[in-house]
Nanobody, 120 residues
Framework: QVQLVESGGGLVQPGGSLRLSCVAS????????MGWYRQAPGKQRDLVAT?????????TYADSVKGRFTISRDNAKNTVYLQMNSLKPEDTAVYYC????????????WGQGTQVTVSS
């Protein structure tokens, strides 16, 4: 069974930065496509960014975060990161780490979520 544990959320002022981390258990990490999603109150869960396996490390981003957020992974540490810069109030949400097989569109594993609040 795979477990994903996020950390790094918190309260930050507009224009500030945060780095989220997600540690994955198990030996499957390096083959999985990892991702970050977010869900604001009363809204659906939306994709923020994905990164393919270490062999290719192809990244994709939602238009709303391009140029501000960076996803990366460290296979030696079984960890995926989301560096968030120039944060805006509309980035406020619970952020979830995800893992899926590269041939699937369905997320197989979710983390418990970490709250990010951007407010002055």
């Amino acid at each position: 069974q795979v477990q994903l544990v996020e950390s790094g959320g918190g309260l930050v002022q507009p224009g500030g930065s945060l780095r989220l981390s997600c540690v994955a258990s198990g030996s499957i990490f390096r083959t999985k496509t990892m991702g970050w999603y977010r869900q604001a109150p009363g809204k659906q869960r939306d994709l923020v960014a994905t990164i393919t396996s270490m062999a290719t490390s192809i990244t994709t981003y939602a238009d709303s975060v391009k140029g501000r957020f960076t996803i990366s992974r460290d296979n030696a540490k079984n960890t995926v990161y989301l560096q968030m810069n120039s944060l805006k109030p509309e980035d406020t949400a619970v952020y979830y780490c995800s893992a899926r097989d590269p041939w699937s569109v369905t997320v197989g594993y979710w983390g418990q979520g970490t709250q990010v609040t951007v407010s002055s």
